[in-house]
């Protein structure tokens, strides 16, 4: 435990809610024009809650996006999903159409746009305007690279033809990120990234399509855009011509860490809302949450958050201090934890039964994220991209030795270390050739040889870093690709949770400051790595059981102080 006068400043007055957090009150309260039922009410009309707009303007939001080398506030990863979570709590729609899609579109133009471009969008967005992300369409969806959408050389103009369709903000956006194919030649080097000025684009070669319309995030205003032979000056690339691909693999690192680390506060508030019903319902003479099921599920939920926030958190820090390995890291834990949180939310709806359906009344929140989680979840980089960008680099990192690698260093898992600013020219498209992360369960395994229950869950899953390694050393050249078989994608799924268990154990050892009883004391660590192996197919360890007690305490201490029950533990509104 801390003293006063050495607490570091991320657990500086807990009892006070995060700014964004106090700004919005206390979602619950009927009354407050912020909360559960104004955006409910705004999620029937399919309207973003002006309200919260407003609020995020006030507070200047963009500036979060924006790097602190050009006048905004985005010194580290980790921090700014954070910030975003209060606003995943209340609202996907509003934390992705008047957030997330500012980071979106933003983080190509930070890592390879000119000086010039930097300096206009970090104006845009620190005066409060926004940027769309128009990468995708309907005939090639995530598969950017595929991509029929055109631009041409024609003197000295940018010529661009095609549709962009399903696009976040599109019409409402001052400023547009393109991706455009510049070349018919196969590879790497045949698409090129765009910066539109809308305000300079000519509006007769532009035609906005009708809005999409979804049943999830309902509220958020998804368009598409046509252009019509429509001229750019050169100065509009963004990077070098035919570099496209190279940038979004190194920057998109930052979007698939950052935006599963956010929504964290989506599944609290899931969690939150089950765990109220649980405690105040009651069946055969005793609450819900005492019934050995329900209290396993609750459990459950609450160890798939920590987990979740243990693996993003990493991966977010990851993105500071290992840049050159986060190809892989960043694409496993956009794949994991979308993954983990709709387990838990559909186990949570059993648990509220007929009332998870409800649009109306004290629980109605739980339908409306339920319905956008999975919509969130595929925020520009759906689970099986995610996948597909792992497998190819599986091979090389298991020929090196997962097993004999050195571990992470603990700063890499300190919640409270302090980071380098993000340097987006650090990032590289691929992984290295070693994997610290992963060499963490081998240490582990060894450091915890005479632990009862500890001991054998590491050795379980040092045991299956060894299997994940003879598979893939036994891949066919073909399963060693994006375009490999149902196997490549299971040992990529594997690879995922290894890392996750690999972020738990780091987080456990690294932070003896935090101000967490619960969190230095190995019962949530046990129970989640537990949870983990049960993914990978191992048997139970014996004492693993025993942890689900001292878990649901705290869980349900949490819930009566209004405590996040994330791995920071502040107050909320």
């Known amino acids: 435990m801390t003293t006063a006068t050495t607490v570091p400043p991320l657990y500086a007055d807990l009892g006070a809610p995060m700014p964004l957090e106090a700004l919005f009150g206390d979602p619950d309260y009927e009354d407050n024009p912020l909360g559960f039922a104004a955006f409910l009410a705004a999620d029937e009309r399919g309207d973003l809650l002006s309200a919260g707009e407003r609020v995020l303007d006030g507070y200047g939001l963009g500036a979060e996006f924006v790097p602190h080398r050009l006048g905004g506030r985005l010194r580290e990863a980790d921090r700014l999903g954070r910030v975003l979570r209060p606003l995943f709590r209340r609202d996907a729609a509003l934390a992705l159409g008047h957030g997330a899609s500012n980071l979106v579109g933003s983080v190509n133009v930070w890592s390879d746009g000119s000086a010039d471009q930097q300096r206009w969008l970090a104006d845009v967005l620190v005066r409060g305007g926004r940027i769309a992300a128009a990468y995708t369409d309907t005939a090639t969806g995530n598969d950017v690279g595929r991509t029929g959408f055109r631009a041409e050389l024609r003197g000295t103009d940018l010529v661009l033809n095609g549709r962009k369709e399903i696009i976040n903000n599109l019409a409402r956006a001052e400023a547009v990120t393109v991706l455009a194919r510049t070349s018919d030649e196969p590879g790497s080097r045949s698409h090129s990234m765009v910066l539109l000025d809308m305000a300079a684009a000519p509006r007769d070669r532009l035609a906005f399509l009708p809005r999409y319309r979804t049943s999830g995030v309902r509220a958020m205003y998804l368009g598409g855009l046509e252009f019509r032979d429509c001229p750019l000056p050169l100065t509009a690339l963004a990077g070098e011509l035919g570099g496209a691909l190279e940038t979004v693999l190194r920057a998109f690192q930052v979007t698939r860490a950052v935006l599963p680390m956010a929504a964290v506060g989506l599944v609290d508030q899931q969690l939150r809302t089950v765990t109220d019903f649980a405690l105040g319902r009651r069946l055969y003479r005793r609450t819900v949450a005492d019934l050995p099921h329900a209290r396993s599920v609750l459990a459950g939920a609450f160890l798939d958050l920590l987990i979740g926030d243990a693996f993003a958190t990493t991966v977010c820090r990851a993105l500071h201090l290992l840049p050159g390995q986060t190809s892989c890291y960043a694409a496993a834990v956009k794949y994991l934890v979308p993954e983990l949180f709709r387990g838990a939310v559909d186990a949570l709806g059993v648990v509220l039964g007929a009332r998870s359906f409800l649009r109306e009344g004290p629980h109605a929140i739980f339908q409306k994220h339920a319905r956008d989680l999975p919509v969130a979840s595929l925020v520009h980089a759906g ?147 537990a949870r983990l192996a049960a993914r990978l197919g191992c048997p139970p360890v014996a004492g693993t059981r025993d942890a689900e007690r001292p878990v649901v305490t705290e869980l349900v201490r949490r819930y009566e102080e209004c405590i996040a029950f994330d791995l920071i533990g502040r107050r909320l509104a």
């Not at 154990?505 to 004391?521: A, M, Y």
């Open 383 to 529: 689970g099986t991209v995610c996948q597909a960008t792992i497998i190819p680099q599986l091979p090389r990192l298991a020929r090196n030795g997962w097993l004999r690698d050195q571990p992470a260093p603990a700063e890499l898992f300190h919640l409270a270390g302090p980071l380098p600013e993000l340097d987006f020219d650090l990032l590289t498209t691929t992984a290295g050739r070693t994997d610290p992360l992963l060499a963490t369960l081998p240490a582990a395994a060894e450091r915890f040889h005479g632990e009862p229950v500890l001991g054998p869950l590491c050795r379980q899953l040092r045991d299956e870093l060894a299997a994940l390694k003879r598979a893939v050393d036994g891949l066919a050249p073909r399963d060693r690709t994006p375009l490999a078989g149902p196997t490549s994608f299971e040992l990529a799924h594997r690879y995922a949770v290894l890392l996750a268990a690999a972020a738990c154990l780091g987080i456990w050892q690294s932070n003896p400051d935090n101000p967490s009883d619960f969190l230095h004391r190995p019962d949530w660590l046990v129970a989640a790595l």
